[in-house]
């Protein structure tokens, strides 16, 4: 797939709050409101994680497959935890794939890019970005 589009600024997620999280087998959604100095423009975002991802927490990085399983649970992911929580940074790597998340209790996520397919999509007042 490719890679995230320069017409796209990562940081327009920084001071977004997390609305919602939902799952399914397949794919992880985080709807987040955004910053009150965006309402003018009056975006939506989602993050949809549909493969590899990790997290770090407390010093302590776990890399995670959607694929082999299932992303809800009461461990270190523990997505249901960033609800209510803002977003502190967002940043890609060099090559605009992969995308970090921090966010303010602490969790980092990154949204690991995958060439051979989908790894993940932000959607913008239902514009679909797929990397």
Avoid: W
Avoid at 93 to 121: A, C, H, Q, V, W
Wanted: hydrophobic share 40%.
């Amino acid at each position: 797939m490719n890679p995230i589009p320069e017409s796209f600024d990562v940081k327009s997620l920084i001071d977004c709050k997390v609305e919602m999280v939902c799952f399914n087998a397949n794919q992880i959604y985080i709807h987040v409101t955004p910053h009150y100095s965006l309402l003018p423009l009056n975006p939506s975002f989602s993050i949809v994680i549909q493969s590899a991802y990790s997290i770090e927490r407390n010093n302590k990085k776990i890399n995670y497959n959607i694929n082999s399983q299932i992303p809800i649970k009461k461990d270190d992911s523990n997505f249901l935890s960033l609800v209510e929580e803002k977003i502190e940074d967002a940043y890609t790597d060099p090559f605009r794939k992969d995308l970090s998340i921090k966010f303010s209790n602490g969790m980092l996520l990154t949204l690991l890019f995958n060439p051979m397919y989908e790894s993940y999509e932000i959607i913008v007042n239902k514009h679909r970005i797929i990397m």
